[in-house]
């Protein structure tokens, strides 16, 4: 079989431990041949491929990013884009394609079907918001950094006394906001899921200065809303998938709770820095995982599928189901999170 491969989306951890695992065993175990496609859909659109085989990927587990590039382009909002997918497809043989992205790639992954393209999805994002997997690969590096980050903040609010708001990633759902919160001992924390009263931060943060603590980290994830007509926020511009280029709430946050308290306050906005570089090892061996389990996906024939960890194991569910439903935190998360607040 003549296999592509591509990555589209944010880039996450991981990456290329997929790429890696996808290769070995489709040339080791199946005798297939491989093609990547650069820069997500639009490599397969323009017709932009790579060489992909076991040489091309020797050295990179370790490394962050991803090896075939990715964008966020997407073909249904282009002229004529579907029409050169398939004709790209045809055109250099491949009979299969693997998808290794989120709910935006695998979205057209599963519109493509209709055309009569061949997709097994991987499912990919730091933000760890697709509902038909337990966990995505790259989530646990982004918590690893973010919680390494707010240890440092730690250090710094304490020797000054201050309030440290650390703005990390997660336009729609709080997955790392709330985890690396937990993990670094945060005094609040602020998701996308529940819109958040400025009033009541500060009221937190005064209380808890008031019982003899004078620094307190407030983690923010990018997505969080203040309740309407609380605090004016600058509205972002949109991809091609209709998201809203987020970041700086952090910003307004901390000159927000300045002014109301009077605590000297400090933003640290994390921004990239979650995506970038090695992911652990937890994130490797779950990549490698899915990569394996979806080129037997499909020598299985088991196309509009994508792969997903659930109880553990690795199974296939529809591209349909994957894509439908974001998953936010779990309340009894937010539950556990909250003991520790003030
Ligand atoms: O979807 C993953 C993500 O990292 C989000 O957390 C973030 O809002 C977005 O991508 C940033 O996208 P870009 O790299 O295009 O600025």
């Known amino acids: 079989m003549r296999v592509g491969v591509l990555t589209g989306g944010g880039d996450c951890p991981g990456l290329n431990a997929v790429i890696r695992a996808v290769v070995r065993r489709a040339e080791r175990h199946y005798g297939d041949s491989l093609i990547g496609f650069r820069d997500g859909w639009k490599g397969v659109i323009e017709g932009n491929t790579q060489t992909l085989d076991v040489e091309a990927c020797r050295g990179i587990l370790p490394k962050g990013g991803t090896i075939l590039g990715s964008s966020r382009t997407n073909p249904y909002k282009l002229d004529g884009a579907v029409d050169e997918v398939v004709a790209t497809l045809k055109r250099v043989e491949v009979d299969a394609l693997i998808a290794i992205g989120g709910e935006d790639t695998l979205g057209v992954a599963h519109k493509l079907e209709s055309s009569g393209v061949k997709v097994v999805g991987v499912p990919k994002t730091i933000d760890n918001d697709l509902s ?6 790259g989530f646990h590096t982004a918590v690893q950094i973010a919680t390494d980050a707010i240890d440092r903040l730690h250090t710094t609010a304490e020797s000054h006394d201050r309030v440290m708001v650390c703005e990390v990633m997660g336009r729609h759902a709080g997955w790392i906001a709330t985890y690396a919160g937990i993990a670094g001992g945060a005094a609040e924390v602020l998701v996308p899921e529940e819109e958040f009263d400025i009033d009541e931060v500060c009221d937190f943060l005064k209380r808890r200065h008031s019982q003899g603590r004078f620094a307190s980290i407030v983690v923010v994830a990018e997505g969080a809303k203040p309740k309407e007509g609380t605090l004016a926020l600058a509205s972002g511009e949109k991809d091609a998938f209709g998201h809203v280029r987020r970041g700086g709430i952090g910003t307004v946050l901390a000159e927000e709770i300045e002014k109301r308290t009077g605590f000297e306050t400090r933003v640290t ?17 779950l990549a490698t995982r899915f990569g394996v389990a979806a080129i037997d996906a499909v020598h299985d024939g088991a196309f509009d599928q994508m792969v997903a960890l659930q109880g553990g194991q690795i199974v296939r569910v529809t591209l349909e189901a994957a894509v439908g439903q974001l998953k936010t935190v779990d309340p009894d998360l937010v539950h556990v999170a909250e003991v520790f607040f003030g």
């Open 269 to 285: 906005i994390l921004g990239h820095i979650q995506r970038g570089g090695t992911p652990t090892a937890f994130d490797r061996v």
């Open 132 to 137: 038909a997997t337990e966990v995505t690969f």
